[in-house]
């Protein structure tokens, strides 16, 4: 007894404590529902409404994504060299065919003498070749006539013969290398023309802007190396991903709005120019295009976008707040309020486009007001009491029920 004297003490004080805090409950239940058999409610509930309307209601999917340029242009030199200059920067606006960069060119110029040279000893052994042709044929038919009198003999004549055909291949010969160093001085030249590297694209708008720069003056570069990067942005693209949801109901032509962090308070119009045919496998989305005019160029490839897009769109709608839907044995519906706003009828919905906090509801007599708030402490037919109504004609008891 001496050691359980103090439990027995606690246990006794919680016995106390819980029948009293049970005895606050049912005080408070019984202020909230009143007095009467099974607690049922004998006084309005507060509810809050909203107005039923009637209009159009558009089904609209976000998705996010980035802008990417309609083109890009690589500048790269078909020659190697010293960069002596770059002529053009980051942001400039370049034209089509425009000279952007020139490489050191002593050495292409060097190429082109002596090509030149050997073009001239090639034309120079062509005419000797020529003149010696001369010769060997006028031998040749000097020979004949001697041979026809008796004068010279057969193997004079054949040895003039067989030099006339020497000289004729001689000729030949020094007519392809003069081929060879005209071809050599033409190549020579192309490749000094190559140091003044060009901004050269087909298709597309005659003037682009400078993206990326990638040398500076002084570097050696090797033929193709990057110099810089050219990007078309008017229109720009648009790209995002989407799950197969929503795949089926998007097509080419139809029009999204986007907006970007950098303009958070302007849209952009534009439309969906490619669906990709296939998923990728990683992420089991498709990737889509879509076009946005760009003529002031204020959206930039890299901008991150959400673009909305209108899947459909029901001209005359029946349309509730999303608050307004409750469900009551699996199955979905509003409280409509009774013309004198003092009781509710429980009306079965189905539910169509979602724009929202805007839904489109399909069912009978749905008119009037709808409960948004409170709706879980109704039923079919309770009163209800609409706070900013009751205040003009029920002042007295309001009162009563705060106190």
């Known amino acids: 007894m001496k050691y359980g004297s103090p439990k027995i003490f606690l246990m006794t004080v919680l016995l106390i404590g819980a029948a009293a805090a049970g005895w606050f409950i049912f005080v408070q239940l019984q202020k909230l ?69 020139e490489l050191d060119n002593a050495e292409y110029i060097q190429a082109v003498a002596q090509a030149e040279a050997d073009l001239v000893v090639a034309r120079a052994n ?38 006339q055909l020497a000289k004729q291949a001689q000729l030949k010969v020094a007519e392809a290398h003069k081929t060879k160093a005209e071809a050599s001085l033409e190549t020579a030249n192309i490749r000094l023309g190559y140091t003044k590297v060009t901004a050269g694209w087909t298709g ?84 889509i295009e879509m076009s946005i005019a760009n003529s002031h160029q204020r959206l930039k490839p890299g901008m991150f976008i959400r673009a909305t897009v209108v899947l459909a769109r029901v001209p005359e709608a029946t349309i509730i707040p999303q608050q307004a839907l409750t469900i009551r044995d699996d199955r979905s519906g509003v409280f409509i309020v009774s013309q ?12 169509g486009i979602r724009e929202g906090n805007r839904v ?35 002042n007295g008891h309001k009162e009563a029920t705060s106190q």
């Open 340 to 351: 004198d706003g003092k009781s509710v009828v429980w009306r079965e919905v189905k539910v």
């Open 204 to 287: 597309g708008n005659e003037y682009r802007l400078v993206a990326e720069r990638y040398v500076d003056e002084g570097q050696t570069v090797a033929a193709n190396a990057q110099l810089l990067l050219i990007v078309e942005l008017d229109p720009v693209v648009g790209v995002v991903f989407i799950t197969e949801r929503d795949y089926a109901s998007l097509k080419p032509g139809q029009l999204v709005s986007l907006k970007t962090d950098a303009y958070p308070g302007e849209r952009y119009p534009g439309n969906i120019e490619r669906i990709a045919p296939v998923f990728r496998k990683s992420t089991r989305q498709a990737r």
């Open 33 to 101: 529902t009143g007095p009467g058999k099974g607690g049922k409610s004998s006084r309005p509930i507060p509810v809050e409404v909203a107005q039923i309307q009637h209009g159009p209601i558009a089904l609209k999917r976000t998705f996010s994504g980035e802008l990417e340029a309609l083109a890009e242009f690589v500048v790269a030199p078909k020659v190697s060299g010293r960069v002596e200059r770059v002529l053009v920067n980051i942001a400039d606006r370049v034209k089509r065919g425009q000279v952007v960069a």
């Open 360 to 394: 489109q509801v399909e069912g009978d007599g749905l008119s009037g007001r709808v409960v948004t708030l409170g709706q879980q402490l109704v039923k079919d037919g309770s009163a209800i009491i609409i706070p900013g109504v009751q205040n003009e004609t029920a």
């Open 126 to 163: 062509l005419t000797k070749a020529s003149s010696d042709l001369k010769i060997a044929t006028r031998e040749f038919k000097r020979t004949e006539s001697l041979l026809k009198r008796g004068i010279a003999s057969d193997s004079e004549f054949d040895a003039a013969g067989q030099d």
